[in-house]
């Protein structure tokens, strides 16, 4: 099964309003990750946070992580409709070495006007 | 820079012939990594390199796979034979990986259609 699972799955607002994404994942992580991508396109990295760090803001963006419950989220205020695409965690585990980042299956977000 | 290349964009082929994908990393990242998506089973991790290296092939669903890294600059994926079952978009990503903090940079990806 995926290391990362986002809910929800698809997520539909207004422009201005607010969108919330959830991921969660089952093993120690070193760090989660954050990737946007629009249709027809590569990702797009957005945030790192690591596993010492409870929250982190970047621009509307900001992402929180509770390791003791193995889920992480992300919010985007304000939201666009340029801000439509799907958006995926991902997970570097804590093994002490580098490591290969797993991606979870995404959360696509549509932001009507 | 130009970011990573990848080429072709677009591939169509029958079944049985090969194909191979083509990717140039971002100049001075270490690491590259092949992922294949489809709606079905999402983004998943074919192979990675860490300085030329195959370092993780676990990813690379059979022997019909191979994947290569000569130099710094140039890595291919190839697929010999093909079946309509790869059909998915392929994409490479590269990174300057140090530590197990980095991120990585993807192409714009292959979609490659196997009739």
């Known amino acids: 099964s995926q290391q990362g699972e986002e809910d929800p799955q698809a997520l539909s607002i207004q422009e201005g309003e607010n969108a919330t994404m959830n991921c969660s994942y089952k093993?120690?992580?070193?760090?989660l990750q954050w990737y946007r991508q629009n249709s027809g396109r590569g990702l797009v990295h957005l945030i790192l946070i690591r596993s010492n760090e409870r929250e982190k803001h970047s621009g509307r963006l900001r992402v929180t992580l509770d390791t003791s419950k193995k889920s992480s989220s992300l919010l985007i205020t304000a939201s666009r409709a340029a801000d439509t695409a799907s958006y995926f965690c991902a997970t570097v585990p804590n093994t002490g070495t580098a490591s290969k980042l797993t991606f979870g299956t995404g959360t696509r977000l549509q932001v009507t006007l | 820079d130009a970011g990573v290349i990848q080429s072709p964009r677009h591939e169509v082929t029958e079944m049985g012939q090969e194909v191979t994908l083509r990717c140039k990393p971002i100049?001075?990242?270490?690491?590259l990594f092949w992922y294949r998506q489809t709606m079905m089973r999402g983004l998943e991790l074919l192979i990675y390199f860490n300085n030329n290296v195959p370092i993780d092939d676990s990813g690379m669903p059979e022997d019909r796979f191979s994947a290569k890294m000569p130099n710094a600059s140039f890595s291919t994926l190839k697929i010999q034979p093909s079946e309509p079952r790869d059909s998915a978009v392929y994409f490479c990503a590269s990174s300057f990986m140090t530590g197990s903090s980095y991120e990585q940079y993807f192409g714009p990806g292959t979609r490659l259609t196997v009739t």
């Open positions: 100049s001075g990242h270490n690491s």
């Open positions: 093993t120690s992580i070193n760090n």
